[in-house]
T-cell receptor, first 113, second 116 residues
Framework: DAGVTQSPTHLIKTRGQQVTLRCSPK?????VSWYQQALGQGPQFIFQ???????QRGNFPDRFSGHQFPNYSSELNVNALLLGDSALYLC????????????FGPGTRLTVT | AQTVTQSQPEMSVQEAETVTLSCTYD???????LFWYKQPPSRQMILVIR??????QNATENRFSVNFQKAAKSFSLKISDSQLGDAAMYFC?????????????FGQGTRLTINP
């Protein structure tokens, strides 16, 4: 049973560039949530997707956008990167009906220089 | 808005001893879920234990147990017989739901060190 996978593991981008992060949910899960974890902090909720639509959004600017595909995988896009976007980006999957746990992937470490 | 507070940035314990990590939260909801997650240096967030607010019985998972005090809005994690592999960041999290969508609100974390 494959768990949540994320790619890439880490990447380095320059300020002003755009980045796309990818997530495949745990087998059987239909909901994907994205979190940003700054160094030494707890994760902060970015948004959640199910049925290919954004369902709830945290306090993040429109530079952060996402997408969910018919196979439930998801992408997180960040435009016009700022130095403050440097963080660990975590993807979590869950089953919308009847399950209350979110299972996390290993994360993508983004460094903006 | 819900908030989660972990007042212990760091804790340490001798191997084989017991340690308790503290967590308090603020909410106006009556039914909710609370979780403890472990994040080792590998970065992967691992679910340790969950507690449903409507259940009075404290959850247990092997060496891990919680002390859930709903009126006090307190949710502490007890680790018995600590092992070297327990060393990690531990995060307390509150699950909130709005219009069918769920999100986790995390505390700042407690770094647990196990001394051999």
């Amino acid at each position: 049973d494959a768990g949540v996978t994320q790619s890439p593991t880490h990447l380095i981008k320059t300020r002003g560039q755009q980045v796309t992060l990818r997530c495949s949910p745990k087998s059987g899960h239909d909901t994907v949530s994205w979190y940003q974890q700054a160094l030494g902090q707890g994760p902060q909720f970015i948004f959640q997707y199910y049925e290919e639509e954004e369902r709830q959004r945290g306090n993040f600017p429109d530079r952060f956008s996402g997408h969910q595909f018919p196979n439930y995988s998801s992408e997180l896009n960040v435009n016009a990167l700022l130095l403050g976007d440097s963080a660990l980006y975590l993807c979590a999957s869950s089953f919308r009906q009847g399950s209350y746990e979110q299972y996390f992937g290993p994360g993508t470490r983004l460094t903006v220089t | 808005a819900q908030t989660v507070t972990q007042s212990q940035p760091e804790m340490s314990v001798q191997e084989a001893e017991t340690v308790t990590l503290s967590c308090t939260y603020d909410t106006s909801e009556s039914d909710y879920y609370l979780f403890w997650y472990k994040q080792p240096p590998s970065r992967q967030m691992i679910l340790v234990i969950r507690q449903e607010a409507y259940k009075q019985q404290n959850a247990t998972e092997n060496r891990f147990s919680v002390n859930f005090q709903k009126a006090a809005k307190s949710f502490s994690l007890k680790i018995s017989d600590s092992q070297l592999g327990d060393a990690a960041m531990y995060f307390c999290a509150y699950r909130t739901e709005i219009q069918g969508a769920q999100k986790l609100v995390f505390g700042q974390g407690t770094r647990l060190t196990i001394n051999p």
